[in-house]
C-alpha cells in the first residue's frame, strides 16, 4: 500500500498556527477513527501526540488539536514553540489488522 | 514506569538474517500487543507487523511477508523480530512499540535498533 500523503514541509514562526493535512482514502483514513499522529525529533523515537483521530494523551500540550473530514485527517499546533520543529507522521488502520503510516511533514519554527 | 527497550546496533551482510529484540517492562506484557515499525535513512515510517502478547497472533505487512517472523518469550517479557534475505535496502532504524489490544496506536516506542547491511 502507498503512504498516506502529507504536506513534504510546512513552517510558521513563534505563537502562529500551522496544520498538516494527511489524506488517505476511504479504505483507511475515511472508513476508521482510528487516525494517530506521531512527532520524531532527529535521532529520536517517535512520539503519540494524538491518537483515535481527535484524542490527546495525558501530557501532550493542549496547543495540539486534531480532526478529520471524509478521506483527510488534519493535525493543528497552535502557538508555535520552537521545541514544536519537528517532523510529524499521521498513520490510520488500513483493515485487516494493518496500518498504514504518512510519508511524514517536517515542521520548520522560523 | 512502562519501558521497551530494544537490543543493539547490528551489521549484517546481504542475504543474512537478524533478530532484534523488545524488552518490556512496567506493565503486563501479555495484556498489550507490540508493533514493529522501521525507518530508513532519512524516509518515512514504515509499518512492519505485530504480535498479540497474548495469544503470540501475528499480523504482518504483504510488504515483509515471507521474509519477517515476529515471536515473543512471554517468560522474558520479551518481543523478537527477525528479518531474512537481508539486502541494503533494509538498512534501517528498526522501532517496537506498545499497542492496546483493539486501538491502533503507539505508545511508548523502544529506543530504536540500527540495522546495517553491507557487504
Not at chain 2, 519477517?68 to 518469550?73: E, N, Q, S, Y
Amino acid at each position: 500500500q502507498s503512504a498516506l500523503t502529507q504536506p513534504r514541509s510546512v513552517s510558521g514562526s513563534p505563537g502562529q498556527s500551522v496544520t498538516i493535512s494527511c489524506t488517505g482514502t476511504s479504505s483507511n483514513v475515511g472508513g476508521y477513527n482510528f487516525v494517530s499522529w506521531y512527532q520524531q525529533h532527529p535521532g529520536k523515537a517517535p512520539k503519540l501526540m494524538i491518537y483515535d483521530v481527535t484524542k490527546r494523551p495525558s501530557g501532550v500540550p493542549d496547543r495540539f488539536s486534531a480532526s478529520k473530514s471524509g478521506n483527510t485527517a488534519s493535525l493543528t499546533i497552535s502557538g508555535l514553540q520552537t521545541e514544536d520543529e519537528a517532523d510529524y507522521y499521521c498513520c490510520s488502520y488500513a483493515g485487516s489488522f494493518t496500518v498504514l503510516f504518512g510519508g511524514g511533514t517536517k515542521l520548520t519554527v522560523l | 514506569q512502562v519501558q521497551l527497550v530494544q537490543s543493539g546496533a547490528e551489521v549484517k551482510k546481504p542475504g543474512a538474517s537478524v533478530k532484534v529484540s523488545c524488552k518490556a517492562s512496567g506493565y503486563t506484557f501479555t495484556s498489550y500487543n507490540i508493533q514493529w515499525v522501521r525507518q530508513a535513512p532519512g524516509q518515512r515510517l514504515e509499518w512492519m507487523g505485530w504480535i498479540n502478547a497474548g495469544s503470540g497472533n501475528t499480523v504482518s505487512s504483504q510488504k515483509f511477508q515471507g521474509r519477517v517472523t515476529i515471536t515473543r518469550d512471554t517468560s522474558a517479557n520479551t518481543a523478537y523480530m527477525e528479518l531474512s534475505s537481508l539486502r541494503s535496502e533494509d538498512t534501517a532504524v528498526y522501532y517496537c512499540a506498545r499497542e492496546v489490544v483493539g486501538a491502533v496506536w503507539f505508545d511508548p516506542w523502544g529506543q530504536g535498533t540500527l540495522v546495517t547491511v553491507s557487504s
